[in-house]
């Protein structure tokens, strides 16, 4: 059993995924980054690879990775960092990125070092579902990865069936076709959220896009498993000298 599917079988409510950039704000922060996350209570980590031209992503996370690519980040180096992440950190991780970054380093090589790092998943949001079905879900599940696809406002029910069956640990519902970063006013999502609901789906679904605090966190739980907090955290963490004072005010804002 994946650690995703752990933790969804133990706590099927208020699950609290936060995302940033690994090596932002500095190369080497990304560990600490994690095990403060951890430490403070956030329920699942969403690792983003930094990469030049961020579809899906605003301008906080885009500033994030031109940071992150200029301290030197790459793949390799990420995955040098994460080879003793399992000594201290225990919840789940996805990494989340672009097709590019993936295939230059090698499809299956990719998946074979994120596995024996100890990654849980992966969201590749411009993975078309046709490469994905007769190319790349055979890897990625023959190396014990899940794979998480995005569905929107627009996403059609038979679609939404469609990524819900493909998809394993969970579905990332995005709260608007916007990228990440707008807020959002959650009264008019809900009656998305109602709908995803309604279709019973086989994978625990949690929002993402516009959460960045409590109250928008709280307002998302009624219809779903949990939120995708990211943008807001990158700017808590972007200008701070004590990164462990800010990450711990940042998460207790929202779960206390």
Do not use: W
Request: net charge negative.
């Amino acid at each position: 059993m994946s650690r995703i599917k752990e933790l969804f079988d133990g706590k099927q409510q208020n699950i609290l995924n936060v995302y940033f950039t690994a090596g932002f704000p500095a190369l080497d922060s990304t560990i600490e980054i994690m095990k403060s996350l951890q430490d403070n209570g956030v329920d699942l980590i969403e690792l983003g690879m930094p990469y030049s031209d961020p579809l899906a992503d605003g301008p906080v996370i885009q500033e994030s990775s031109i940071v992150a690519l200029n301290n030197g980040m790459t793949v390799k180096k990420l995955f040098q960092q994460l080879e003793s992440m399992r000594k201290e950190v225990h919840v789940p991780v996805v990494l989340m990125g672009y097709m590019n970054t993936v295939l230059q380093y090698g499809f299956e090589d990719f998946c074979i070092e994120a596995k024996r790092c100890g990654i849980d998943g992966l969201i590749l949001p411009d993975l078309p579902v046709y490469e994905f079905e007769n190319k790349y879900q055979a890897i990625i599940k023959g190396h014990g990865l899940d794979f998480i696809f995005l569905v929107t406002p627009e996403t059609s029910e038979q679609r939404v069936r469609k990524l819900d069956e493909l998809s394993s640990g969970f579905l990332y519902a995005v709260s608007s076709s916007s990228t990440t970063g707008n807020n959002e006013d959650f009264a008019d999502v809900s009656a998305y959220l109602k709908r995803l609901r309604s279709y019973q789906l086989k994978n625990p679904v949690l929002v993402g896009f516009g959460i960045s605090d409590k109250r928008s966190f709280e307002s998302v739980l009624p219809y779903s498993n949990g939120g995708i907090i990211g943008s807001a955290f990158i700017k808590a963490i972007s200008a701070t000298s004590d990164l462990k004072q800010s990450i711990s005010t940042f998460i207790r804002g929202i779960l206390n």
